[in-house]
């Protein structure tokens, strides 16, 4: 039976526009998989890692305009949002290289025999090492900084652990693209091609996960794809950690005093936010709540206009599309749900931004309107009016795990009596809790934590900032073993000097 052709598609008018690439069979998912561990042994010079990732980030710059026509052409996501997510996803791979050449992330501690303790304790030495293969599931809505060169491949990569990538079909050619500059990058630094394989189809991405010389996975997509591969790395002989981002409705709460006092502006706040990339941002704001009254009326106004002048949007894939059509119109279906800009299909290409209202009450009364609290992938917030204080605390109880959580409060924090509890109460709800601002930026940074309660997440872990490396790593401690043979970061006398404990 012949491998199946992976077309590169346009998505403004769904037509192919190129063979990139057929379908991985069995045979080529083993062969790849096997290739990656052969090699797993040359990433362990911690220098040579971080000239990698330095490299692979010059390659990647220096094909921009390429890298930013061919995601265009697959993802209608525009040359401005494309070479900024470049930037963000060449500035990650320079990060990684800090963070490997650093060493933090090794977490060394060394405990000195003590004979006389009770019980006597011996010489240890701890410090994290690579798991081994890691597959790395490519997202359908950022080709660059979530994909093939993305956060999952550069953590792995600075970890010391070669990847196998699961291309999206939504943006083979891009895949194809960016996984030849790393690998380009790698033979610079003198390490074998085989640290970085590319794969495409849906059977090669559920036989990777269950591939036993895979030892970790990554994964960002929907609840359902990613719960399926979940439950196969559970269900391995050997289980490996599954680290995959699921879905998020990332609420938004309103306290009185804030709405009162900048109605307008958090309304207009919110549009820019919610349509941001056509809605597609994993941190898109899905659900708020709004007080009723004078001044919520001010701002589902300012919300309504500002969405009513977003223009139509190509979706990145039709099935997406089909996929927001009918949600959306299955919401608007709900009793007392009112839409104040009606969403839907614009084209038969696009679809068109909108705006949900429903009163709090009704989102507290059994499960009937229980969709108005899952994410609807797309250009559309609900917003939640609410008539007391106990109702926020009502709907919150009943919200799903979330990536983040946003809370407007009055400028003067200490004169809005709300907000120090309601703080506390999104707090246990998501991974980052955001204050006055909106959640569709995902700083790459230290102490960012982009993940939080499942479904968010399937982990603890963040798959953005410096501890993702944490992800691909495991402890491992040499007892009582003589300085010669130990690696050169656990000698006496820290010949690295790398930061010990």
Known sequence: MAAEPVWSVDPRTGKPREQVAVEATTEDVDRSVRAAHAVRETLADRSVRAAFLRTAADLLDGAREQIVETADAETALGAVRLTGELARTTAQLRAFAEVVEEGSFLDIRIDLPDPGAIPPRPDMRRWKIPLGVVAVYAASNFPLAFSVPGGDTASALAAGCPVVIKAHPDHPATSELCASL??????????????????????????????????????TGSVRGGRALFDAAAARPVPIPFHGELGSLNPVVLTSAATEERAEEIGAGLAGSMTLGAGQFCTKPGFVLAPS??????????????????????????????????????????????????????????????????????????DRHHLLLEECFGPVTVVARYDSRDEITQVLSRLPGNLTATLHVATDADEDADAAPLLAELTPLAGRVLVNGWPTGVAVAPAQHHGGPYPATTSTSTSVGATAIERWLRPFTYQSTPDHLLPPELRDGNPLGLPRR
Request: aromatic share 4%.
């Open 182 to 219: 790393l690998r380009r990058a790698a033979a610079k630094a003198g390490l074998p091609e085989d640290v970085v394989v590319l794969v495409h189809g849906f059977d090669a991405g559920v036989q990777l996960v269950r591939h036993p010389l895979v030892a970790a996975a990554g994964f």
């Open 293 to 366: 009254g004078e001044a919520g009326d001010r701002f589902l106004d300012a919300l309504a206009l500002g969405v009513s002048e977003t223009g139509p949007a190509v979706l990145l894939d039709r099935r997406m599309r089909d996929a927001f059509v009918a949600g959306v119109t299955e919401r608007t279906a709900l009793d007392g749900v009112r839409a104040p800009v009606t969403p839907g299909a614009g084209d038969a290409h696009t679809v068109s931004a909108g705006v949900l209202a429903v009163d709090a009450a009704l989102l507290t009364e059994g």
